[in-house]
């Protein structure tokens, strides 16, 4: 009997696959349970969370090949720690399956004062789009958090 071992690359894709034969005496193997991190968080800066939690608004079109999704964070912790720890750059969105990022972001200013920050993202595709809504999940699972639909 053989065995066939496929390596996956950072980005999800197939690697190499390789075959290794079937052990010829039976080996007890010991099962560990899979440990799955579900951590998600948003960055202005890199490495430094946003602890703000962002008013989320999605559009698709509807053949589901785009989208955009419009984050609104009033009195984000970034405008006390920017001018220490550097510039807002974008928004960074990092999970387990890596980082989506966009570089669309605003500051409103109210009475010369800056008041909240909207980024947008455009998604492009419906894997965009799939990818996203993953992120979102993992976002709203670990922030204890809720779909509306409108």
Do not use: C, H
Not at 65 to 87: K, Q, Y
Request: no cysteine; glycine share 6%.
């Amino acid at each position: 009997m053989l065995y066939f071992t496929v390596a996956l690359s950072a980005k999800g894709q197939f690697g190499a696959v390789s075959r290794v034969a079937a052990p010829l005496a039976r080996q007890q193997v010991r099962r560990q349970p899979l440990l799955v991190a579900n951590a998600a968080s948003l960055e202005f800066i890199k490495g430094v969370e946003e602890p703000t939690i962002p008013d989320v608004k999605l559009t698709r079109s509807r053949d589901g090949s785009s989208g955009t999704a419009t984050f609104i964070f009033n009195s984000p912790a970034v405008f006390e720690a920017s001018s220490e720890l550097g510039d807002i750059t974008g928004l960074y969105m990092n999970d387990d399956e890596g980082t989506i990022q966009t570089v669309e972001v605003q500051a409103k200013f109210l009475n010369g004062k800056p008041s909240s920050i909207e980024a947008k993202l455009v998604m492009r595709s419906a894997f965009e789009w799939d990818r996203f809504m993953r992120f979102m999940e993992r976002y709203a699972e670990e922030k204890q958090l809720g779909f509306q639909k409108s």
